[in-house]
């Protein structure tokens, strides 16, 4: 039994190497001593052949008659089997074969690993090909050289490439060989040559300085020079060596156990097996599907597409100008209000943004921070300026910050953000450049990271142009493959520029003119379409057994997906809620429902949303949505509760508006200036883009099938699922209709948990959808329930 498991067992250092037969180690012993003392014989035979080979010629024609005799050592048999391998083979060369059958028997014998094996034969091969060719050429009128073999490749060789030609190869192939097999590179050569050139040196001052008589003292002086010279090289020597040998050692410890001693009486001796490693039929195939078409290019299709190009934005000139007497001002009368307030500084600093200055000031020892803070308005009195906001402490930094703006307001623009290293260079998968800090730096974010934003100020403020520049970063970095917008506009003239782009990034729902959405239905339409769409998706995941978009993506670019088996590339969602006040005045749940149902979920599957709303007001933005919007940017609003409901803090009602903004994705909080593209600037780009050719359609998401058609009361019995009845058991014993709890307790996948609770609404035991409410059970016990069932 024992032995049984142990053959079975496989050994992972044994992985890489794949035998077409099997041997056990006698059967190894055996044909491994065969097998040196054949390549022995060869190896004799060969070198008789070499003083024999024209007395043998005879022999070899009367191998049957028994009175002539071969010179050969190895006699008939030696002079057969030289003469093929070196007269009509390889030449002398062919002494490599014998060295490799020999080593093959070495190899068995002593059971070591075969990959090396294996290396010897592919190059040992080669080595005798080139040999034979080289003597072919360089001797042809001896044919013991290079045999036949040198001679016929040699002669093809010269008739197609000519004397030259012949040369110019081998010595490619010899520089091949020197390259790959013996890893000689022109470095190596040259650190070789320098050291024998310091070793010739070294002798040569050694015999030139023995001539010279020198003087004892000298000599001693010497000796003693050479000593601490040795002395502080062996030192350092050994310094080096504590350092690189240690952690090798350390390394090594852990892993070295001790190999068993053999049992001296070893009477009954286990084999362990080493089945061959299987290779894996679907990577195989996605290793030669790469190797032979490459990986798979989603932008092959509009492969000549070209990205907007900068000229294309506006140059709004001018950097920030610093105005001196403006700083001084401010800084004098910051440190008398503080004065006033027996507050004293002990240093302050000024960095000048595009729109604010900020004042770092460290004030003396014991002074309390909110003593300061509380200062607010007094300071905004006393500089007369609107939008100061006062930072108490600057995280990370120990210091306190009073931001105020400039009297001239820079405007940052479009085109010096996407210009910027840091966008071009950005490695993010949705790189949304939104403007600059106040340390003029430009600010570049991930979108995929966030994952979804809300947007929220007064009008006015910047919202539009906001939502322009996030659209414009993504048109500037990411192919129409690799992203599609949703674009919902009901003020229905923000966003219609994009229109021109429909073919190219935009996705749309089956059969519906116009891809901007700007109908309430549609909206609710579009939004349980995203959500039927990120169903699919986690399903595709789960097949394709990864986590995120990200990983199935790079996974189907490899061809490891089988698009027969569905799957297909899957390009990021990016959808853009304008107005979002107004659709939840009108729609509520109904959109509430599925726009949090995608925020929870659809971070992993490539969706992601932005969210606008001029009216932060908490039954805007309810609980659940604010939670799975992290990120989030508060232009200018009317009241310190605006910016409470969006950023969760006081701010954003300080900022002084046209773009000036608070950006938050947890917990800093930065204030930026938002970059500023114009209409005419989206309508080139837009324009730019549209005349390229394009796909023949929007994205297509799923189409939506309304609850009054689709998931409908008239679901066929014979459809039903084959858990139904578990599942109605269930629901009704825990009063409670919702998808989770069947896919909790029958351990169902979402979209199966999703149809079994429509089916049970058309058999009339849970009530209609009502968000994001458990449905209600209109069963009240398993009595009833089997009544209803069995009617
Ligand atoms: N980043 C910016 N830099 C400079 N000026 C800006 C910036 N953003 C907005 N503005 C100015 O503010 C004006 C209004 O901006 P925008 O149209 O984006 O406001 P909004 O918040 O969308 O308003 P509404 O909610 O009424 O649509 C712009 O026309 C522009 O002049």
Redo the contacts with the bound molecule.
């Keep these: 039994m024992a032995k049984k498991k142990a053959k079975t067992r496989k050994n992972p250092a044994n992985k890489t190497s794949k035998f077409t037969f099997k041997l056990n180690r006698q059967q190894k012993v055996v044909l491994g001593s065969f097998l040196m003392l054949f390549g022995l014989a060869l190896l004799v035979a060969f070198i008789s052949f070499l003083f024999n080979w024209q007395a043998d010629q005879s022999s070899l024609d009367h191998l049957a008659n028994r009175q002539i005799e071969s010179k050969n050592w190895l006699s008939k048999f030696g002079a057969v089997i030289s003469d093929f391998f070196i007269y009509q083979g390889f030449g002398i060369a062919a002494f490599v074969i014998s060295f490799l059958i020999g080593l093959t028997g070495v190899y068995l014998f002593f059971n070591f690993k075969r990959s090396n094996l294996q290396k010897f034969w592919f190059w040992g091969v080669l080595v005798m090909i080139w040999l034979s060719l080289f003597f072919g050429f360089f001797a042809e009128e001896n044919p013991l050289l290079g045999g036949r073999i040198g001679y016929e490749i040699n002669d093809y060789l010269q008739d197609y490439l000519g004397f030259f030609g012949t040369v110019l190869l081998m010595t490619f192939l010899f520089m091949v060989y020197l390259t790959l097999r013996l890893k000689v590179t022109p470095e190596l050569i040259g650190s070789y040559v320098k050291k024998s050139k310091k070793d010739f040196q070294s002798e040569f001052d050694k015999k030139s300085g023995g001539d010279i008589s020198e003087t004892e003292e000298e000599k001693d002086w010497k000796e003693e020079v050479i000593l601490k010279k040795q002395k502080a090289e062996e030192e350092s020597a050994s310094e080096i060596k504590l350092e690189t040998v240690t952690p090798e050692e350390k390394k090594a410890t852990p892993t070295v156990t001790p190999a068993p001693k053999k049992e001296q009486n070893d009477e009954v001796e286990m084999e362990v097996e080493t089945p061959p490693e299987e290779d894996e039929v679907e990577d195989n195939l996605s290793k030669k599907l790469v190797s032979d078409f490459g990986e798979f290019d989603p932008t092959l299709e509009l492969s000549n597409y070209k990205f907007p190009t900068l000229d294309l934005l506006k140059d709004y000139g001018g950097g920030i100008t610093v105005n001196q007497q403006e700083l001084e001002e401010n800084k004098n009368r910051i440190v008398e209000t503080l004065r006033n307030y027996k507050i004293e500084i002990a240093q302050i600093k000024a960095t000048v943004g595009p729109t604010v200055t900020l004042y770092e000031i460290v004030p003396e020892a014991g002074i309390r921070i909110s003593k300061i803070k509380n200062l607010e308005d007094d300071i905004a009195l006393s500089l007369s300026a609107l939008g100061i906001r006062i930072i108490a402490p600057i995280p990370g930094k120990g210091t306190i910050g009073i931001e105020v703006p400039n009297k001239n307001?820079t405007?940052?623009s479009m085109r010096s953000v996407i210009a910027s290293p840091k966008f071009q260079n950005a490695e993010m998968e949705l790189p949304m450049a939104l403007?600059k800090t106040i340390s003029n730096e430009t600010f570049v974010v991930d979108l995929a990271k966030m994952p979804h934003m809300l947007m929220a100020?007064?009008?006015?403020?910047?919202?539009?142009?906001?939502?322009?520049?996030i659209l414009t970063s993504l048109l500037y970095s990411k192919h129409p493959a690799e992203v599609k917008f949703v674009l919902v506009d009901p003020?229905k003239v923000?966003l219609t520029l994009f229109n021109k782009i429909e073919r190219h990034y935009l996705a749309k729902l089956p059969d519906t003119e116009e891809a901007i959405i700007t109908d309430n239905t549609k909206v609710i339409h579009t939004l349980n379409s995203l959500c039927t769409e990120m169903d699919n998706r986690y399903e595709m995941l789960k097949n394709a057994m990864v986590r995120n978009l990200k990983e199935y993506n790079v996974k189907f670019k490899n061809r490891k997906l089988n698009p027969e088996d569905g799957h297909h590339f899957l390009p990021y969602i990016v959808l853009v809620v304008?107005?979002f006040a107004d659709l939840i005045m009108t729609a509520g749940k109904e959109v509430e429902t599925p726009i949090a149902r995608l925020a929870q979920l659809a971070r992993a599957v490539g969706i992601h949303l932005i969210i606008?709303t001029?009216r932060p007001s908490v039954n805007v933005i309810t609980g659940i949505i604010k939670a799975n919007f992290p990120a989030r940017i508060a232009?200018r609003v009317t009241s310190k509760i605006d910016s409470r409901t969006i950023l969760d803090s006081q701010g954003a009602d300080q900022l002084i508006?046209?773009?000036?903004m608070l950006f938050t994705q947890g917990s800093e909080m930065k204030r930026l200036?938002?970059?500023?593209v114009?209409t005419p600037e989206v309508d080139k780009i837009t324009e730019f883009i549209g005349s390229q050719k394009a796909y023949p359609d929007a994205h297509l998401l799923p189409a939506y099938e309304g609850e009054d058609n689709g998931t409908g009361v008239d679901i066929d019995v014979s459809e039903r699922d084959k858990l139904f009845r578990e599942a109605a058991e269930v629901i009704v014993t825990a009063q409670q209709g919702s998808a989770s709890l069947l896919q909790r307790k029958l351990k169902l996948g979402y979209n199966r948990a999703g149809r079994i609770i429509d089916q049970l609404e058309a058999a009339g035991i849970v009530g209609p959808f009502e968000g994001s409410k458990a449905r209600q059970v209109l069963i009240t016990d398993l009595a009833a329930l089997d009544q209803l069932l069995n009617e």
Excluded: H, M, W, Y
């Design positions: 307001s405007i940052v403007g100020g007064a009008t006015g403020q910047g919202k539009s142009v906001g939502l322009n520049a003020k923000e304008d107005e606008a001029q232009f508006g046209r773009g000036d200036q938002c970059a500023f114009d």
